[in-house]
């Protein structure tokens, strides 16, 4: 097995050879903005799609600066989602687990008028850590590091919510999605956000490739490695935070934790050029 010495400096080669002082050519990608150029960047280190959550390239992760302002852990699903709990399934009456998914998506979500009052479960509706927003909707970690998105009747400021909220819904504490922290429980199958985040980042550790003002790439970064425990900490003081997009129509959960790009740059221990 190669050293990390030996790998951060292959890394560092392909780096000079195939991105230092280039400009990406993403002509005809249909991706968004920013995943264009990311796709084109993993490109050039050999990177391509896979979904074994490993770390990119020799231990080390791959991080693509993005214009948004804020830059993804993982897409990350939860292991448990309310509309397939069986308890409720006279509420979410499917056989098809879309269908069921957009049945949460109206009741816990909210409508987009820019996309045809298509409902969503992002933006004023998705659940930060600690604090109820209007839609009653809140993260919490319970002590063995799950991460909880929990529904309470009494909080949900929206007027018509008693015709919303089906009555066997318009309780307290109420969980609506569970990703397992330290372990999966006996009997369960999935990965823990404890393999998520250790498979990915605290291996190596992590690099990005940094743009000059016109847009060529001339540095390339190394953060430290990132345990769970640092991980989970971050989530509860705010730092790293849930950025739902699931909306209807769509499969793709969409579910990320992000921080943003200046807390991904205060990571950083070593640039080169």
């Known amino acids: 097995m190669e050293s990390i010495m030996d790998a951060?400096?292959?890394i560092v080669e392909i780096f000079r050879k195939n991105v230092k002082g280039r400009?990406?050519?993403?002509?005809?990608?249909?991706?968004?903005?920013d995943g264009k150029y990311g796709h084109?960047?993993?490109q050039q280190f050999g990177i391509y799609a896979n979904s074994d959550n490993s770390a990119d390239l020799m231990g080390y992760?791959?991080?693509?600066e993005t214009t948004s302002g804020k830059t993804t852990f993982g897409d990350w699903s939860a292991n448990i989602y309310i509309f397939n709990d069986p308890t409720f399934r006279s509420v979410f009456r499917s056989s098809l687990a879309l269908q069921r998914r957009d049945k949460f998506l109206a009741i816990f979500g909210k409508p987009n008028s820019n996309k045809g009052g298509r409902y969503s479960w992002s933006g004023e509706c998705c659940p930060s850590i600690n604090k109820f927003n209007n839609f009653g909707q809140r993260l919490i970690?319970?002590?063995n590091n799950?991460?909880?998105?929990?529904?309470?009747y009494s909080k949900d400021k929206r007027n018509n919510k008693h015709t919303i909220v089906p009555l066997v819904l318009q309780k307290e504490n109420l969980t609506l999605a569970r990703w397992y922290g330290n372990s999966i429980p006996i009997f369960k199958t999935g990965k823990c956000l404890r393999e998520k985040v250790e498979d990915k980042f605290n291996q190596n550790g992590w690099f990005t490739c940094k743009k000059d003002a016109f847009g060529y790439y001339q540095e390339i970064c190394f953060g430290k490695p990132l345990s769970f425990n640092e991980w989970i900490k971050?989530?509860?003081k705010g730092v790293i935070f849930f950025d739902s997009g699931m909306h209807?129509?769509?499969p793709r959960p969409y579910s990320e934790w992000r921080a943003f790009n200046d807390y991904w740059d205060s990571l950083i221990v070593e640039r080169i050029k």
Do not use: R
């Not at 005809?28 to 903005?33: F, M, R, S």
């Not at 992760?61 to 693509?64: C, M, T």
């Not at 799950?146 to 309470?152: E, F, L, P």
């Open 40 to 42: 084109w960047l993993e």
């Open 8 to 10: 951060k400096e292959k």
């Open 234 to 236: 971050l989530v509860a």
């Open 146 to 152: 799950d991460i909880v998105a929990d529904y309470c």
């Open 248 to 250: 209807q129509g769509n």
């Open 23 to 33: 400009k990406p050519d993403v002509t005809g990608k249909t991706a968004t903005h």
């Open 61 to 64: 992760e791959l991080k693509s």
């Open 141 to 143: 970690i319970l002590e």
